[in-house]
């Protein structure tokens, strides 16, 4: 299981970014996919899932700005965040379980500040 985060970076307040997740070495189709975020000092917490299904779950903290979406014939999860916030800065990581394993992506920085 592969999972290669890119998109992250630095942008002011009230901008945004999307985030991409490319996905191997599973079938991906058949996963749920989710999106994770940890601040400094802070746990890790969930931001975003989307079923196999399409169907989708969002933290209260990013309902209505933030947007997970899945390509399956690319293999990538996406997850489009609108309106930024100062503290939506952290580290944000790609999350799948497979048989019963969980699998991370590396994390890719997220800083929102003018």
């Known amino acids: 299981v592969q999972l290669v985060v890119s998109g992250g970076g630095l942008v002011q307040p009230g901008g945004s970014l999307r985030l991409s997740c490319a996905a191997s070495g599973f079938t991906f189709r058949m996963s749920a996919m989710s999106w994770f975020r940890q601040a400094p000092g802070k746990e890790r917490e969930l931001v975003a899932v989307?079923?196999?299904?399409?169907?989708?779950n969002y933290a209260d903290s990013v309902k209505g700005v933030f947007t997970i979406s899945r390509d399956n014939a690319k293999n990538i999860v996406y997850l489009q965040m609108n309106s930024l916030k100062p503290e939506d800065t952290a580290v944000y990581y790609c999350?799948?379980?497979?048989?019963?394993?969980?699998?991370w992506g590396q994390g890719t920085q997220v800083t929102v500040s003018s």
């Open positions: 999350y799948t379980v497979i048989n019963a394993s969980g699998s």
């Open positions: 989307i079923s196999p299904g399409g169907s989708t």
